[in-house]
Nanobody, 124 residues
C-alpha cells in the first residue's frame, strides 16, 4: 500500500524560503515519478513541479520556474520541494503525488497516490 506523508509547511514572510518534504512508503520508489500540486481556497488544484523516477528530469510551470526546485532522495524514499522568493499568492495546501512510471505528467488525474497535504501560508 502506497502512503505519502508531507511535512514542512508553515507560515513564512513574502520573499522567504521553505522546503517541503514528502516521505513515501513505496517499495520500488525509483519506479515512480513524483509531483507536487497545490490548491488554494476556491481555486482549482494546480500543478507545481514533477520529477522522474531517476531524478534526471524535472518540469515546472512558468509561474514557479526559477523559484521552486523539486528533488528526490531515492534511498530515503523522499521527495522535496524547495521554495524560494515566496509570494502571498503561493499560499495553498501543497500535496505530493505519485504515479508508477517514469514519465513526467502535469495533470493531477495521472497520479494515483496522494498525500494529505501541508499548508503553506505566505504573509505580505
Amino acid at each position: 500500500q502506497v502512503q505519502l506523508v508531507e511535512s514542512g509547511g508553515g507560515l513564512v514572510q513574502a520573499g522567504g524560503s521553505l522546503r517541503l518534504s514528502c516521505a513515501a512508503s513505496i517499495r520500488t520508489f525509483s519506479a515512480y515519478s513524483m509531483g507536487w500540486f497545490r490548491q488554494a481556497p476556491g481555486k482549482e488544484r494546480e500543478f507545481v513541479a514533477a520529477i522522474s523516477g531517476s531524478g534526471d528530469n524535472t518540469y515546472y510551470p512558468d509561474f514557479v520556474k526559477g523559484r521552486f526546485t523539486i528533488s528526490r532522495d531515492n534511498p530515503k524514499k523522499t521527495v522535496y520541494l524547495q521554495m524560494t522568493s515566496l509570494k502571498p499568492e503561493d499560499t495553498a495546501v501543497y500535496s505530493c503525488a505519485a504515479r508508477e512510471g517514469d514519465g513526467i505528467l502535469v495533470h493531477y488525474g495521472a497520479y494515483g497516490y496522494w498525500g494529505q497535504g501541508t499548508q503553506l501560508t505566505v504573509s505580505s
